[in-house]
């Protein structure tokens, strides 16, 4: 099965989605299940990975509804607020939906840096196995000093990295990203999304060879078992289409094996989520 495993779906609100800036113009509107489903069957996907973008349990009512309106929609990563003192209340009511597959907080936007080491933070994360449930984890590249530590508290829990996350691409920072990448990767409960690169590069300007070093760097660490493709769409469109981001993807992993790629636009995505 070829499944994207990131992307989106929102109803456009000028000031919940106030994270959609005006330099971001192409994105400001709603984006649903029947604009996607076309794009993917374009590209030769048979399914999905919904993942929030408001952080409300309101995100997760309305993207468990376009779930059981769309088969192709396989999974949903929604959000809870994992600091809540009824946090195992909310997991056990969210376990009874087959499709809701795991959680994810924008600890990208938070300005305490290391939220995810606060203990009530850690204490939700500490229930999720339990249910079955993954992890998201969407941060910035300053914040993955903090992740060894983070993940290693919760060794039977799976985490992913969102988009690799986001180096400087655009300044062609790769140093301390790399190093710190690196150091996640050992953790093998730990895999990796190759997923909304082109926003952290130049929107405008960027060639594919921009991604190559990140690339190398992502493949090499996590090797192929632990990483997925997903095309952040529609967030992607500020830099390129649909096909141009799978592109940079399908044409760095074409010198790969037929099962390599069939792992890394599909298969990992199956087994993490349990699609």
Known sequence: M????????????AVRDSWITDDMKVIQRSFLPKDLLPILHANGFDGCVTVQSDQSENENEFQLNNAAHNEFIKGI?????LQANDIDERLAFYSSFPKMKGFRHVLQGEPVRDLMLQPAF???????AQYNF????????????YIPKFVA?????????DHIAKPAIKN?????????IEAVAQ??????????????ADWKNWKPADFTPYLDVITAAFGTNR?????DWPVCLVAADYTNMLQIAKDYYQSFSLHEQDLIFGGNAVEFYQL
Do not use: R
Not at 153 to 161: E, M
Not at 172 to 180: S, T
Not at 227 to 231: C, H, T
């Open 2 to 13: 070829k499944i994207d495993s990131h992307q989106h779906f929102w109803q456009f609100d």
């Open 77 to 81: 990563v929604g959000w809870v607020n």
């Open 122 to 128: 850690m204490n939700g994360i500490g229930k999720l």
């Open 134 to 145: 993954t992890y998201d984890i969407l941060i910035f590249s300053d914040q993955l000093a």
């Open 153 to 161: 508290a919760f060794p039977n829990q799976k985490f992913v990295i």
């Open 172 to 180: 062609q920072d790769i140093a301390d990203w790399k190093k710190a």
């Open 187 to 200: 953790y093998p409960n730990v895999y990796c999304k190759v997923s909304g690169m082109v926003t952290e």
């Open 227 to 231: 990483i997925m493709y997903g095309s």
